[in-house]
C-alpha cells in the first residue's frame, strides 16, 4: 500500500506555504510527511480531490476560492465548519470526507498564546466576511468576547455573517461608513483582502483606537503592509501580521491528522525571517 498523502488544494496556490510548514512539522515530530500544493479551478476540484482519494490522499487543506466547495463535498462536518459555512481542513473517514475549520483557533491560540492577549470581555471589530472573517468569527465569541462588530464593503455579507453568529446581542453588524459613532474597541481585525490592491490604504476613523488597541491582519508580506501602517499611524498599542495565524491553523490540521500536536514557535520562527518576502495566503 502506497503512504498516505496530503496537500493543499487552491487556485493559485503556488504561493502557499502549507507544504513547507506541513513538512517542517513532520520533521521535527520524526514522520515523513508527503504534502503537496495541487492547483485546483472551482469546476475541477471533487475531481481532483476524488482522484488524490483515490491516490492515497487522506488528508487536506483547503484554500482560496474553494473553501465553501470543500465544505459542500464532506460527508461530516465540525461544528465550528458548520457555523463558519468553510472548510479548510479535510480528513478521509472511510469512503469520505470530514471536514473542519481551524482558522478561528489559529487565530486565537496566535493571540492569546503567542501575543498574550486576553480576550474575555473585549470589544472587537471585524472588517471582512469573506471566508476567513466567517471562519475567525465564531472563534473570537468562544473566546469569551463582550461584543463582535462587523463591517464589510458590501454590507450584506456583514449582516449574514452577524445573523449566522445565532448571537444577536454579541454579534451586531454595521455599516463601514457609520463607523466613527462606534466608540473604541480593544481588538481590531483585519479579514479583508484589501491590502492586496496595489496602492491600497484604509479609511477609518482614529476614533476606533483607545490606549489598549491590538491590530490584527490576517494577512501577511506585503499585503498586511497598509492594513499595519494604519494601525501604526492610528497609536493601537500593538499591531501583528497573520503569520502566527498561519502556523497555529496548519498546527491544528497537523494534529488531526497524525494525532500529535508540533511545536509551532520554530516554524514561526523561520517564516518570520522571510516573512517580507512570503505573499500573503494561507
Ligand atoms: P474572501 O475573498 O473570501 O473575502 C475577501 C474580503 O475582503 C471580503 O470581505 C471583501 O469584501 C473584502 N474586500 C476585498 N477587496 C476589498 C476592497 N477593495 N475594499 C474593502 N474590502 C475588500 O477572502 P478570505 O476571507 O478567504 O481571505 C481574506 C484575507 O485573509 C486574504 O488576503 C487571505 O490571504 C487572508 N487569510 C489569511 C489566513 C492566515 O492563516 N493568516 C487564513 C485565511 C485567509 P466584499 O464582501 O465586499 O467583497
Not at 496537500?7 to 513538512?23: D, E, M, R
Not at 465550528?80 to 481542513?89: D, F, I, L, P
Not at 499595519?228 to 497609536?235: C, E, H, M, S
Request: glycine share 10%; aromatic share 8%.
Amino acid at each position: 500500500m502506497s503512504a498516505p498523502r496530503y496537500a493543499v488544494f487552491g487556485q493559485p496556490v503556488i504561493h502557499s506555504q502549507s507544504p513547507w510548514i506541513q513538512t517542517a512539522f513532520g520533521k521535527a515530530q520524526g514522520i515523513d510527511v508527503d504534502y503537496r500544493a495541487i492547483e485546483a479551478a472551482p469546476e475541477q476540484f471533487a475531481a481532483a480531490l476524488e482522484a488524490f482519494a483515490a491516490d492515497g490522499g487522506v488528508g487536506a487543506n483547503v484554500t482560496l476560492p474553494l473553501k465553501e466547495a470543500a465544505f459542500s463535498l464532506c460527508t461530516t462536518t465540525t461544528s465550528r465548519a458548520q457555523r463558519a459555512g468553510a472548510v479548510n481542513t479535510l480528513l478521509r473517514k472511510g469512503a469520505a470526507w470530514h471536514g473542519d475549520n481551524t482558522d478561528g483557533i489559529g487565530l486565537v491560540r496566535d493571540l492569546t498564546g503567542r501575543n498574550s492577549l486576553d480576550l474575555r470581555g473585549r470589544r472587537v471589530l471585524l472588517l471582512g466576511a469573506g471566508g476567513a472573517a466567517r471562519g475567525v468569527a465564531p472563534a473570537l465569541l468562544d473566546a469569551g468576547i463582550l461584543e463582535l462588530v462587523v463591517v464589510n464593503r458590501s454590507p450584506d455579507r456583514a449582516d449574514a455573517l452577524a445573523d449566522a453568529m445565532g448571537e444577536p446581542g454579541r454579534a451586531v453588524s454595521r455599516y463601514w461608513d457609520d463607523l466613527r459613532n462606534e466608540g473604541d474597541f480593544e481588538l481590531i481585525v483585519n479579514a479583508t483582502s484589501l491590502g492586496r490592491d496595489p496602492g491600497a490604504s484604509f479609511n477609518l476613523p482614529l476614533s476606533l483606537v483607545n490606549s489598549m488597541t491590538t491590530a490584527v491582519d490576517l494577512n501577511y508580506g506585503e499585503a498586511a503592509i497598509p492594513f499595519l501602517a494604519w494601525a501604526r499611524a492610528a497609536g493601537c498599542r500593538n499591531s501583528f501580521d497573520g503569520l502566527g495565524m498561519l502556523v497555529e491553523q496548519a498546527a491544528e490540521s497537523f494534529q488531526q491528522w497524525h494525532g500529535m500536536r508540533p511545536e509551532t514557535d520554530p516554524v514561526y520562527a523561520e517564516l518570520r525571517e522571510r516573512a517580507a518576502t512570503l505573499v500573503t495566503g494561507d
